[in-house]
């Protein structure tokens, strides 16, 4: 157990640099019904979301793209259902999003990790608050050694900044976790309820510590309509 808090706790301290490609599949209506119950901080009850089998059909997938140089450089591509693509890019000097059709250039954030709310994957440390940790077996995820974990939530409601963003992961009844035994990072996480996965995020490729183009952190100054 401490060697799994430990990994989890120094994940985003683990590495000069990481590219990765991720995958994000989640039964929108399933998740929604989920989120809309917890967020208005009533007892989720899984049994009756789950037994709507017609809210089953639909599966909505997002691919990411995401670059990080630690402490400032951050870059995430998403690609949703539809084809668009939402640029988000961080640099010591400024935050810019870009998608569908509208530009956002903004003062950078006062925090190095400000991303991490969003980006768990990578600094996974946000875990030890908000869920009870179960350690399981090691296991072997892309050739990479990993540990298969178990939580739940705790029963503590977070207020959090953006934490719709992330209330899937204080939603849900249980998570499987599958961690990075050398970097910590979650390399696969996933939302149960009653042992069914509705929201699952995946790491099909990564590197760490190599070296990154600055080119991919470059912020167009357009300032007009994508």
């Known amino acids: 157990m401490a060697r799994v808090l430990k990994l989890l706790y120094a994940a985003h301290n683990s590495y000069a640099s990481v590219a990765a490609e991720l995958t994000y599949e989640y039964h929108p209506k399933v998740l929604q019904a989920i989120l809309e119950s917890w967020l208005r901080q009533q007892s ?32 995430k591509d998403v690609t949703v259902q539809s084809g668009d693509t939402i640029t988000f890019i961080a640099t010591e000097s400024c935050t810019y999003l870009r998608g569908g059709r509208y530009v956002n250039v903004n ?14 994957f990578l600094d996974p440390s946000l875990l030890l608050a908000i869920h009870e940790i179960h350690v399981g077996e090691t296991d072997t995820y892309l050739n990479r050694q990993v540990i298969r974990v178990r939580s739940t939530p705790r029963r503590t409601r977070w207020k959090l900044s953006g934490v719709y963003d992330i209330a899937w992961l204080m939603s849900g009844e249980e998570y499987e976790l599958l961690i990075d035994m050398e970097y910590g990072v979650l390399l696969r996480y996933s939302a149960r309820a009653k042992g069914q996965i509705y929201a699952i995020v995946e790491v099909k490729r990564v590197e760490f510590d190599v070296p990154i183009n600055s080119d991919i952190f470059f912020v167009p100054m357009d300032g007009g309509i994508g």
């Not at 995401?66 to 402490?71: D, E, F, N």
């Not at 925090?111 to 969003?118: H, L």
């Open 44 to 75: 989720v009850d899984y049994s009756s979301i789950v037994s709507r089998q017609e809210d089953w059909h639909q599966v909505a997938r997002e691919t990411w793209k995401v670059w990080h140089q630690p402490p400032y450089s951050w870059r």
């Open 107 to 120: 003062p950078p954030k006062h925090t190095s990790s400000w991303w991490a709310e969003d980006e768990i």
